[in-house]
C-alpha cells in the first residue's frame, strides 16, 4: 500500500514538474514576443515602412529640436534624410510626413487647392508655354504647289512664387508633456492658415507679392475674348440673375466655355449664391435645376456639372463676378517652392516658444480659354 502511494506521488510530480516546464516554456515566447511588440512600438516611424536610417535618426533629432531647442547635428542629419531641394535660410525642414499633412489640409480647405493644377518645383519660378493657334490645314489642286501655311503661336506664361509664413506660439509648459502629439498639432494650425491665406489669393489676390487670383485679371465680355483676359457673360440684370428664365444665362455661361475644356469643368461660387442657383427651376416651374450629387462635396450639381463652394467668391452685387465656371485643372496653376521650414524662437516671449514655419508658393492663370465668368450686369 505504501508502495503505490509513493509510486503514485512521484507520477503526480512528474506530472507536474512537465506542465509547469511547458508552461514556463509559453511564458518565456509570450515574453519575446511582447519584447518585439515593445521594441517595435517605441521606434519612431515616418508612416511608411520603407524609411532609412536617416529618416529615423532625422525624427527623432526634429523632434528634440521641437521640444528642446536642441539642434546638435540636426543639419547633418537633415541633408542626408531629406532628398528634395531646400533652402533653410537659418531654420530645419519639417518632417516629409508634416509636409503631407499641411498639403492634405490645405487641399481640404481650399477649393482652388483642390481643383487646380497644383505643381512643385525647385526655383523661384514656374514657366510653361501654352499653345494660342495651332496650323489649318489647306486642300492643293493636281498638280498645283502648295506654299507655306501658318505657324502655331506660343505664349509664355510665368508664375513666381512668394514667400509665406505661420507663427504659431506654444506655451513652454505644452512642449514638455510628452503626452501631446506636437508635430500633428503644428501641422494642422500651420496648414488650416496656409490654406486659408492662399485660398483667398487664388481668388481675388493682385500678384503684387502673392498669388493672382482668377477675378484678378482683365475682364471682358465674351464676344470680345482674347487671349490675356477673362471672358464673361452678363447676367441679365444689374446685382443678380434676370427675372425671367434666369438659368438660361448660366447655359449662355456653359456655352461660353470652349468644348475642349467642359469635360472636367465645375462650377464654383460662394454659399450665398449658391442658395439663389439652388432655388431655380425648370420653363415649368416644376424641378429644381440643382441636384444633389452623393459622390461630389457639397455643392452638387447644376446641368449636369459639380458646383464647388468656394467663400472667397464675392456675394452677388452690382457688377460682381459671383459665379466662376471652368476647368479650373487646364486653366489654373498652383506653384510650391520645394520644402517647408521650420525656425524656433523660445527668446522673444518668456514662457513661450514660436515655431516660425516659411513656404514660398504663387499661382496664376496658365490657360485663359479654359474659364469663364458670370457678371452680375445687364451687359
Do not use: C
Not at 164 to 189: G, H, K, Q, R
Amino acid at each position: 500500500m505504501e508502495h503505490d502511494i509513493q509510486s503514485a506521488l512521484t507520477e503526480f510530480k512528474g506530472a507536474v514538474t512537465g506542465r509547469m516546464g511547458q508552461t514556463e516554456a509559453q511564458i518565456a515566447e509570450l515574453r519575446k514576443q511582447l519584447d518585439a511588440v515593445e521594441a517595435k512600438a517605441g521606434r519612431p516611424s515616418l508612416g511608411s515602412p520603407d524609411v532609412s536610417a536617416e529618416q529615423v535618426a532625422h525624427k527623432q533629432a526634429f523632434d528634440k529640436y521641437l521640444r528642446k531647442g536642441e539642434d546638435s547635428g540636426l543639419s547633418d542629419i537633415q541633408r542626408k534624410a531629406m532628398n528634395t531641394g531646400s533652402d533653410p535660410d537659418g531654420g530645419y525642414l519639417v518632417l516629409p510626413e508634416m509636409d503631407k499633412t499641411i498639403d492634405r489640409v490645405a487641399a481640404t480647405v481650399s477649393t482652388m487647392h483642390r481643383l487646380a493644377d497644383v505643381v512643385t518645383i525647385g526655383t523661384a519660378r514656374y514657366e510653361k508655354l501654352v499653345k494660342t493657334a495651332g496650323m489649318a490645314m489647306r486642300r492643293v489642286g493636281d498638280g498645283a504647289t502648295g506654299g507655306e501655311t501658318t505657324e502655331p503661336k506660343f505664349a509664355k506664361i510665368a508664375i513666381d512664387v512668394h514667400t509665406s509664413e505661420v507663427e504659431p506660439w506654444v506655451y513652454n509648459e505644452t512642449l514638455e508633456d510628452s503626452f501631446i502629439n506636437l508635430e500633428d498639432d503644428l501641422a494642422n494650425e500651420a496648414a488650416i492658415a496656409f490654406a486659408e491665406g492662399g485660398g483667398s489669393e487664388f481668388i481675388t489676390g493682385d500678384g503684387v507679392g502673392k498669388a493672382r487670383g482668377i477675378l484678378a485679371y482683365p475682364v471682358v465680355a465674351n464676344a470680345s475674348y482674347a487671349w490675356g483676359s477673362v471672358g464673361y457673360i452678363a447676367s441679365g440684370k444689374a446685382g443678380a440673375f434676370t427675372s425671367v428664365a434666369p438659368a438660361d444665362k448660366i447655359v449662355d455661361l456653359i456655352a461660353a466655355l470652349p468644348i475642349v475644356y467642359r469635360s472636367g469643368a465645375s462650377f464654383v461660387m460662394n454659399d450665398t449664391t449658391l442658395s439663389v442657383v439652388r432655388q431655380m427651376k425648370d420653363g415649368s416651374g416644376s424641378y429644381y435645376l440643382w441636384q444633389p450629387d452623393s459622390t461630389q462635396p457639397f455643392g452638387g450639381k447644376l446641368l449636369g456639372y459639380p458646383v464647388e463652394v468656394d467663400n472667397n467668391m464675392p456675394d452677388i452685387s452690382a457688377g460682381s463676378y459671383s459665379v466662376a465656371f471652368g476647368n479650373f485643372k487646364r486653366g489654373y496653376a498652383i506653384v510650391n517652392r520645394t520644402g517647408t521650414t521650420l525656425i524656433r524662437d523660445n527668446i522673444t516671449s518668456k514662457g513661450q516658444t514660436k515655431f516660425n514655419f516659411r513656404r514660398r508658393f504663387g499661382g496664376g492663370i496658365v490657360n485663359y480659354e479654359a474659364i469663364r465668368l458670370m457678371k452680375m450686369a445687364t451687359g
